[in-house]
T-cell receptor
Framework: GQSLEQPSEVTAVEGAIVQINCTYQ??????LSWYQQHDGGAPTFLSY????GLEETGRFSSFLSRSDSYGYLLLQELQMKDSASYFC??????????FGKGTRLSVIA | DTGVSQNPRHKITKRGQNVTFRCDPI?????LYWYRQTLGQGPEFLTY????????KSRLLSDRFSAERPKGSFSTLEIQRTEQGDSAMYLC??????????????FGSGTRLTVV
């Protein structure tokens, strides 16, 4: 089976940097994705890592270490609108994504 | 392109009734996925299609759940004899034909089902 672990809640101050970690245990692994979901909204794709290292997209970066079965999402210059749930998800090849339970990020003034 | 469209947005039904949800994916996406999401949890995979072929249905929650994609375009998810435990958000997503996961999935806004 597959399991993904991420913190259930994180709180950070506006303008600061926050890191959301994800560890996974899977049989077969192709890559790690991150999705953002605002309350009542659809999950939206943020990033994907297939290789070790850091991928940067604007204020968001995502990191993967395949040897450690670990990744993280880094959000910089936090804004109030970043308050949302963030999900890591593993790709196991052609089979559909398996999602973690999500991390609820609260950005405070 | 209007994205992935799901209808209805909300559905309230009495226990024991049948319900059907519709998903219209992005037109050039040949893969379509159904997920279920309960409060405070991540999306839970149910089933998916490549064109009209249903490639995985063992994860459907019970034999009361069924899905179709008859012409490889829109899809329907039906729940028969609904139970209160079926109350959840039902999400549909689609992805491009090259299956490159770096493109990600595009999700619809979901259908929120409440069984009373």
């Amino acid at each position: 089976g597959q399991s993904l672990e991420q913190p259930s809640e994180v709180t950070a101050v506006e303008g600061a940097i926050v890191q959301i970690n994800c560890t996974y245990q899977t049989s077969g692994f192709y890559g790690l994705s991150w999705y953002q979901q605002h309350d009542g909204g659809a999950p939206t794709f943020l990033s994907y890592n297939a290789l070790d290292g850091l991928e940067e997209t604007g204020r968001f970066s995502s990191f993967l270490s395949r040897s450690d079965s670990y990744g993280y999402l880094l959000l910089q210059e936090l804004q109030m609108k970043d308050s949302a749930s963030y999900f890591c998800a593993v790709s196991l090849g052609s089979t559909p994504l398996v999602f973690g339970k999500g991390t609820r990020l609260s950005v405070i003034a | 392109d209007t994205g992935v469209s799901q209808n209805p947005r909300h559905k309230i039904t009495k226990r024991g009734q049948n319900v059907t949800f519709r998903c219209d994916p992005i037109s050039e996406h040949n893969r379509l996925y159904w997920y279920r999401q309960t409060l405070g949890q991540g999306p839970e995979f149910l089933t998916y299609f490549q064109n009209e072929a249903q490639l995985e249905k063992s994860r459907l929650l019970s034999d009361r759940f069924s899905a179709e994609r008859p012409k490889g375009s829109f899809s329907t998810l039906e729940i028969q004899r609904t139970e209160q435990g079926d109350s959840a958000m039902y999400l549909c997503a689609s992805s491009p034909p090259d299956r490159d996961p770096s493109y990600g999935y595009t999700f619809g806004s979901g259908t929120r089902l409440t069984v009373v």
